[in-house]
Nanobody
Framework: QVQLVESGGGLVQAGGSLRLSCAASGSILRINDMRWYRQAPGKQREWVTT???????NYADSVKGRFTISRDNAKNTVSLQMNSLKPEDTAVYYC?????????????WGQGTQVTVSS
């Protein structure tokens, strides 16, 4: 069993910053890619950013230059630093990881954390 737990969401004014964290725990042998997705009310879940096991990163155009993803392999954590936040960044943010456990390679989702940006 593998769990991903996010933290760090909250309410912030436009232009402000928040830092999200996600910790993986359980019987995981190795974590490969780690990603953040988000889902705004009434919209589909969308990909935000990915960091590979080799620390290569990719970002959606909507957050490029404002968000930064990082990871700590020793702690099995991934973080998302969000700067210059906009009201359109309001969403539930989900952590996702692909990892190797006793049952093979699988994808795992966190429960989500709410980010609200007021104008």
């Amino acid at each position: 069993q593998v769990q991903l737990v996010e933290s760090g969401g909250g309410l912030v004014q436009a232009g402000g910053s928040l830092r999200l964290s996600c910790a993986a725990s359980g019987s995981i042998l190795r974590i490969n890619d780690m990603r953040w997705y988000r889902q705004a009310p009434g919209k589909q879940r969308e990909w935000v950013t990915t960091i590979t096991s080799g620390d290569n990163t990719n970002y959606a155009d909507s957050v490029k230059g404002r968000f930064t993803i990082s990871r700590d392999n020793a702690k099995n954590t991934v973080s998302l630093q969000m700067n210059s936040l906009k009201p359109e960044d309001t969403a539930v943010y989900y952590c996702y990881a692909t990892g190797v456990s006793g049952v093979g390679v699988r994808g795992y989702w966190g429960q989500g954390t709410q980010v609200t940006v007021s104008s």
